[in-house]
Each structure stands twice: as structure tokens, then as C-alpha cells.
């Protein structure tokens, strides 16, 4: 059996954790983290999930979320998940992370504690987000700048963070196919008289509404056809799923810095 400490276990990807871990034969909850002023604290993760208790008291505590798990799972904000990482690295516990809007800063951090610990970090949990990837990359190394390439994305209104992790994460992955920084050529406003489509640029269409889970679009728009590459994500236990994969996957392995490419192979 394998332990997982659920970081975040208030959130709505916490939940899903809880509820995704009691399904499976092989994984059981062994910590709860929620924040200082959550609500949850000390009440039974199962109960905050709404699955039943497992036992598990949820607390702010990390060293006491974290002892006896083999594996722990963060969803949280930024500057915690750092934070959650370098207590689990103190213990010596591999991290799945699928927190997103990580910047330079804490991408830096993630590098430097993942010598010492396997850290695998993934915007976006699911497998077929993953597969997405890959076929980005190909389809963008095939085709060429003479293809526009537009991503669009769509979330629930309480989303924070735009573009999301995962759009952030296909231009970077097509900008890399073509041999250029998404730095260098993201577009991601457009207002006025803004002038013709400059060449090779990547741009981005964002909406926020109501309770959408999650949806990409990438299209390729060459003179005279487009190609479309998309995923919809219609119930967030996707996340969870993919992210207890991650999980089991990533028990044992040395230390360094995985993504979900490595978890399938790809």
C-alpha cells in the first residue's frame, strides 16, 4: 500500500484526490495539509471530500501532514507549494506537483530541490493533456511558420491565472518545435489597431465562466486549410486520476525532475 499526503486537501482538486486515492486497491491517504485559515483543519479529509472518513485529520501542519507518506501530491497556490517541497525534501519524500502559475522563481527552486528528490511537475494531470503535447510538437515542427498557430483555453470564473498552465505549456512545447522562446514571440493581447499577424507568433484566446473544467484548442492556420488539435475535460477526477498515476509512478525513482512525459513513455 502506498501513502500519499494530499497538499491542499480543501481545494477542489484536494477533494478529488481524496475521493481518487479511496477508489484504488493500492493507495490510502495518509495526511491532509489545508491552510492556516482553513475551515477544514480538524476535520476528517474523507468528511471534506465527501466520500466518508479515512482517519486522516486534516492540519496546517506539514511536518505532521507529511510523516509516514511515501509520496505526497500538492495542489495548492505558488509560494506554498514551494514551501511544501522543501519540507518534503527535508524528509526525503518525492513530490508530485500539479500547482500551476509557478514562475521563474519557483520553477527555480523546483530545479534545485529536485537534485536531491524526485519532483515531478505537470500544469496539467491528465493523460490526454499529455498526449496533446506530443502531438503539438510534431505538428508544429511539421508544418512551419507558414501555420499561425492560436491556443485557445477556457476555465471555471474562479481560475486565477491566464493564460493557464497548460496553454502556457503547448506554446512553449510548439515555439521549442520551431526553434524559438515563447518569450520572444507570444501574443497575448489584442486590442485596437494592432497591425497584420506578425510571423511565427503565438497567440492567445482566454475565457473565464461559470464552472468549466478545462478545454484547449490549438489550431494551425496555414493559406487555404487549418489544422486543429483539442481536449475537453468534462469532470475534474481526470486531474486526480492522472495526478495518483504520477504518484505510484514516481515512488522509487532517483532523484531529478520528471514530467508526465516520462510517466507515458513519451
Same mark, same amino acid.
Given at each position: 500500500?502506498?501513502? =500519499?499526503?494530499?497538499?491542499?486537501?480543501?481545494? @477542489?482538486?484536494?477533494?478529488?484526490?481524496? @475521493? &481518487?486515492?479511496?477508489? &484504488?486497491?493500492?493507495?490510502?491517504?495518509?495526511?491532509?495539509?489545508?491552510?492556516?485559515? &482553513?475551515?477544514?483543519?480538524?476535520? $476528517?479529509?474523507?468528511?471534506?471530500?465527501? &466520500?466518508?472518513?479515512?482517519?486522516?485529520?486534516?492540519?496546517?501542519?506539514?511536518?505532521?501532514?507529511?510523516?509516514?507518506?511515501?509520496?505526497?501530491?500538492?495542489?495548492?497556490?505558488? @509560494? /506554498?507549494?514551494?514551501?511544501?517541497?522543501?519540507?518534503?525534501?527535508?524528509?526525503?519524500?518525492?513530490? %508530485?506537483?500539479?500547482?500551476?502559475?509557478?514562475?521563474?522563481?519557483?520553477?527555480?527552486?523546483?530545479?534545485?530541490?529536485?537534485? +536531491?528528490?524526485?519532483?515531478?511537475?505537470?500544469?496539467?494531470?491528465?493523460?490526454?493533456?499529455?498526449?496533446?503535447?506530443?502531438? %503539438?510538437?510534431?505538428?508544429?515542427?511539421?508544418?512551419?511558420?507558414?501555420?499561425?498557430?492560436?491556443?485557445?483555453?477556457?476555465?471555471?470564473?474562479?481560475?486565477?491565472?491566464?493564460?493557464?498552465?497548460?496553454?502556457?505549456?503547448?506554446?512553449? =512545447?510548439?515555439?521549442?518545435?520551431?526553434?524559438?522562446?515563447?518569450?520572444?514571440?507570444?501574443?497575448?493581447?489584442?486590442?485596437?489597431?494592432? +497591425?497584420?499577424?506578425?510571423?511565427?507568433?503565438?497567440?492567445? /484566446?482566454?475565457?473565464? !465562466?461559470?464552472?468549466?473544467?478545462?478545454?484547449? @484548442?490549438?489550431?494551425? /492556420?496555414?493559406?487555404?486549410?487549418?489544422?486543429?488539435?483539442?481536449?475537453?475535460?468534462? $469532470?475534474?477526477?481526470?486531474?486526480?486520476? +492522472?495526478?495518483?498515476?504520477?504518484?505510484?509512478?514516481?515512488?522509487?525513482?532517483?532523484?531529478?525532475?520528471? !514530467?508526465?512525459?516520462?510517466?507515458? +513513455?513519451?
Amino acid at each position: 500500500m502506498t501513502n =500519499i499526503a494530499v497538499l491542499g486537501v480543501s481545494g @477542489r482538486m484536494g477533494r478529488c484526490l481524496i @475521493r &481518487s486515492i479511496r477508489e &484504488s486497491g493500492d493507495l490510502s491517504v495518509s495526511g491532509a495539509l489545508a491552510s492556516a485559515q &482553513s475551515p477544514a483543519l480538524g476535520r $476528517d479529509a474523507g468528511d471534506i471530500a465527501e &466520500s466518508g472518513p479515512v482517519g486522516v485529520t486534516v492540519t496546517a501542519d506539514r511536518a505532521e501532514a507529511l510523516a509516514g507518506a511515501d509520496v505526497a501530491i500538492d495542489f495548492t497556490l505558488p @509560494r /506554498a507549494a514551494i514551501a511544501n517541497l522543501e519540507a518534503a525534501a527535508a524528509l526525503g519524500i518525492p513530490v %508530485v506537483i500539479g500547482t500551476t502559475g509557478l514562475d521563474d522563481a519557483a520553477h527555480a527552486a523546483v530545479r534545485r530541490l529536485s537534485h +536531491g528528490l524526485p519532483v515531478l511537475v505537470a500544469p496539467n494531470m491528465s493523460l490526454g493533456v499529455n498526449l496533446l503535447f506530443s502531438l %503539438v510538437d510534431r505538428a508544429a515542427a511539421a508544418l512551419g511558420e507558414d501555420y499561425d498557430i492560436e491556443i485557445f483555453e477556457a476555465h471555471h470564473r474562479n481560475k486565477v491565472d491566464a493564460p493557464s498552465g497548460t496553454a502556457l505549456r503547448i506554446a512553449e =512545447i510548439a515555439a521549442g518545435a520551431r526553434g524559438r522562446m515563447l518569450a520572444d514571440i507570444g501574443i497575448h493581447t489584442r486590442a485596437g489597431q494592432i +497591425g497584420p499577424r506578425p510571423r511565427g507568433g503565438i497567440g492567445f /484566446a482566454v475565457i473565464r !465562466g461559470g464552472d468549466i473544467v478545462g478545454e484547449h @484548442r490549438v489550431t494551425y /492556420a496555414g493559406i487555404g486549410e487549418s489544422l486543429e488539435i483539442a481536449h475537453r475535460a468534462t $469532470d475534474r477526477m481526470t486531474f486526480a486520476y +492522472g495526478a495518483v498515476t504520477a504518484a505510484r509512478w514516481i515512488v522509487g525513482r532517483p532523484p531529478g525532475l520528471y !514530467g508526465m512525459a516520462d510517466v507515458l +513513455g513519451l
